[in-house]
Nanobody, 121 residues
Framework: QVQLVESGGGLVQPGGSLRLSCAPAGTIFSIDAMGWHRQAPGEQRELVAAITPGIGTNYADSVKGRFTISRDNAKNAVYLQMNSLKPEDTAVYYC???????????????WGQGTQVTVSS
């Protein structure tokens, strides 16, 4: 089993910044894609940003130029730097990871427990 532990959410004023972190724990052979998603009340969960080794990064149009996803391969951790935050960025943010538990195991997606980000004055 793999657990993804998130941190870094909170309350911030419009225009402010936050940095989310996500680190996995458990039996891990390798991690392929990692990403951040968010879900606002009454809305569907949406992809915010993803990072894949050998491919690069992709972002939702709504966060391009403001958010940056990065990865520390030594720690298997993923980060989301969020700048110029807007009230519409308010949501629960979830990290995800596509994990192989052994060389021949099929990859499986795991999710973090979510961290609340609230942008409000």
């Amino acid at each position: 089993q793999v657990q993804l532990v998130e941190s870094g959410g909170g309350l911030v004023q419009p225009g402010g910044s936050l940095r989310l972190s996500c680190a996995p724990a458990g039996t891990i052979f390798s991690i392929d894609a990692m990403g951040w998603h968010r879900q606002a009340p009454g809305e569907q969960r949406e992809l915010v940003a993803a990072i894949t080794p050998g491919i690069g990064t992709n972002y939702a149009d709504s966060v391009k130029g403001r958010f940056t996803i990065s990865r520390d391969n030594a720690k298997n951790a993923v980060y989301l730097q969020m700048n110029s935050l807007k009230p519409e960025d308010t949501a629960v943010y979830y990290c995800s990871a596509l994990v192989r538990s052994s060389r021949y195991a099929a990859p499986k997606t795991y999710w973090g427990q979510g961290t609340q980000v609230t942008v409000s004055s």
